[in-house]
């Protein structure tokens, strides 16, 4: 995909570096790793989400979504904002466990199984964006709409 | 939630469009194994004519590939090209023609019946027309990814031309019109397999591969030149079969199959720098799909220069027809049900469900496995003359595909479940 968009291309950059961490995040659960090595690349994924859902999802819901709508593209932007839900649940579920001193097994169990599925959804996410956010706003946004965005977004 | 939905036009469609398209094509891929593996004369021995082979063979390529790749472009093309489908209700009129259509086409010759056939013909030429209709209407709004829009363009004025010589045909079997068959089924061929069903998967193969190996997507310039050298064999192969030149025919051959490396390279490249190492098991039989496409390309130029034997164009069908073009389709569908079932599972105040619930993959795998065999099986029998081993391959091809409707059945019993309203689909700590 090719993007003219500074706000498209900023949001493809973002896209690119999430489904890397969380990827690697679901290597070091499949080929299990000691115990720390986990929990840390499990806290550097959980504050990059927690950075993500600061920046990125509230400016995709305050800026880009309801011009997705008001072109017509209702039912994507809520099936978008409804993801970003989701994944607001599953992150703070993590945030919770990691909270935890010392996890026991059981801990430790559900944690991997909270990464894999964050993993999962981030990555379908970045999917559905991919194909259906950023290709729009190449006609959504006009030049000067374009980087006002991408200069708001980018003090954000 | 936030209801951005009010009043939306969008291009995404309802789940029951796309999906009663894939319904029926993996309800024609039984009934095509079925009727190989029921039909009395040889495989091997097929030459040309009505008979459940024929049958067979067009309820592979009319009722499983088209009607997929309708189904498939009617969702996946307005993704590309920004573009929503113009009508909803003819999208749905022409799955009611088609399928019962293609039903009478398909028993009408099974059953040595051309009256019916003509029927069949006639309703599904309509339903491919208002399709045709569709797709001009979208590409001629189109914006954004230009390559595959020009694949769009191309695949459509193939189909208008098969359609046209395939009528032909139907009309020479039902009214006795006098015209060179033979010219005109490898003209209908070509136009139909390399051309509309062909390109069509070679333009959603450069958008809709990378997609899902999260690989960057291959330069629009590649994708451009992979088109022209694709029409150029077709247009190619065409004039050879009008004007009788074999050795044309062969350098046709030998043309597409430039293209069609050509195109395999560009995807390999793509899909080598993608973001997560695993690819997943559907990759397995595009690769095989490929292997098939080119091996097809490579056995048609040795048919038209003569230095084939007369059985080796049934295993030219079976490279093409089975081998490439049935086996890239299932490995494109087993990744856009579940994700289209995914998307549609989520709403009303349900959590989005994810590809991987929505998925029975211990039967996909099953299928992978049983699919293989039967290609297997079906190319040496064919290439050794063995009508038991191709017989075993029609048999091992059923059992792939009831394993295919099955996995089907199974991804709409989940969107079902998860409409309805089943458990939240996001783990909870339990601490």
């Known amino acids: 995909m090719f993007f003219n968009r500074h706000t498209s291309l900023r949001l493809h950059e973002e896209h690119l570096a999430t489904v890397q961490l969380w990827s ?53 932007a809520e099936l978008l904002a409804e993801e970003h839900e989701t994944i607001r649940t599953a ?10 001193g010392q996890p026991d097994a059981a801990a430790m169990q559900q944690m991997r199984a909270l990464g894999l599925e964050l993993a999962e959804r981030l990555v379908a996410h970045v999917q559905k964006e991919e194909m259906a956010l950023l290709p729009a706003l190449e006609d959504l946004l006009d030049e000067e709409t374009d980087r006002e965005l991408s200069l708001a977004y980018a003090a954000s | 939630m936030i209801p ?29 194994w079925a009727m190989l593996l029921a039909a009395s004369e040889p495989l091997s021995a097929f030459r040309a004519g009505l008979g459940p082979v024929f049958a067979a063979l067009h309820a592979v390529t009319l009722g499983v590939l088209a009607v997929a790749a309708v189904g498939a472009s009617l969702q996946m093309l307005p993704v590309a090209t920004r573009q929503p489908v113009r009508s909803i209700a003819a999208a749905k009129l022409a799955w009611w023609l088609l399928v019962p259509g293609l039903l009478l086409f398909t028993g009408g010759a099974a059953g040595y019946r051309p009256q019916l056939m003509a029927a069949g013909a006639a309703a599904a030429f309509i339903a491919l027309a208002i399709y045709g209709w569709l797709l001009f209407e979208n590409l001629r709004g189109a914006r954004g990814m230009p390559a595959i829009r020009a694949y769009g363009w191309a695949a459509l004025a193939c189909l208008a031309l098969a359609l046209a010589l395939g009528v032909a045909l139907v ?28 390109l069509l998967a070679l333009g959603f193969s450069s958008f809709l591969l990378p997609m899902f190996a999260l690989a960057p997507a291959p ?29 044309l025919l062969a350098f046709a051959a030998a ?3 430039g293209a069609a490396l050509f195109h395999v390279i560009m995807i390999e490249r793509s899909l080598r720098a993608r973001l997560r190492p695993p690819l997943g098991s559907a990759f397995l039989l595009v690769r095989v799909a490929w292997l098939c496409l080119l091996a097809s390309l490579a056995l048609g130029a040795a048919l038209a220069l003569g230095v084939a034997t007369e059985r080796a ?62 290609l297997a099986a079906l190319v040496v029998g064919v290439a050794s003359a063995s009508d038991w081993l191709t017989r075993l ?12 409707g099955v996995f089907f059945v199974a991804v709409m019993l989940r969107l079902r479940g998860a409409q309805r309203g089943g458990s939240p689909d996001v783990l909870q700590p339990t601490h």
Do not use: N
């Not at chain 1, 090595?37 to 819901?61: M, V, W, Y």
């Not at chain 1, 579920?93 to 909270?99: F, I, P, V």
């Not at chain 2, 069908?317 to 599972?345: C, D, E, M, N």
């Open chain 1, 24 to 76: 690697r995040l679901e290597q070091v659960i499949v080929t299990r790793v000691p115990e720390a090595e986990l929990l840390d690349t499990l806290r550097r994924c959980a504050a990059a989400l927690d950075d993500e859902i600061e920046r990125h999802f509230h400016f995709e819901e305050r800026e880009l979504f309801p011009r997705l709508a008001e072109a017509g593209e209702g039912d994507i």
């Open chain 1, 91 to 100: 992150a703070q579920a993590l945030r919770e466990l990691l909270r935890l």
């Open chain 2, 4 to 32: 951005f939905a009010a009043g939306a036009r969008s291009r995404l469609l309802p789940v029951s469009v796309p999906m009663r398209y894939f319904a029926a094509a993996v309800a024609f891929q039984v009934l095509a």
């Open chain 2, 171 to 198: 009309a020479h079997y039902e009214f006795g019109i006098a015209l060179d068959r033979s010219a005109f089924a490898a003209a209908h061929l070509v136009l139909a397999s390399y051309g509309f069903l062909g």
């Open chain 2, 219 to 247: 330069s629009e310039r590649g994708a451009a030149i992979a088109l022209i050298a694709c029409v150029c064999a077709i247009a190619l192969a065409l004039a050879a079969i009008a004007l009788g030149r074999d050795d």
């Open chain 2, 255 to 257: 043309a597409g199959f």
């Open chain 2, 313 to 374: 164009q049934v295993l030219f069908g079976v490279l093409l027809v089975p081998g490439w073009l049935l086996t890239f389709l299932l490995a494109v569908l087993q990744r856009i049900v579940p994700f289209l079932a995914s998307v549609h599972a989520g709403g009303a105040g349900r959590s989005p469900a994810r590809v991987s619930t929505m998925t029975p993959q211990r039967t996909l795998d099953a299928h992978r496995v049983l699919h293989l065999c039967a």
């Open chain 2, 393 to 404: 391959g029609a048999a091992i091809g059923l059992a792939a595909a009831i394993a295919y």
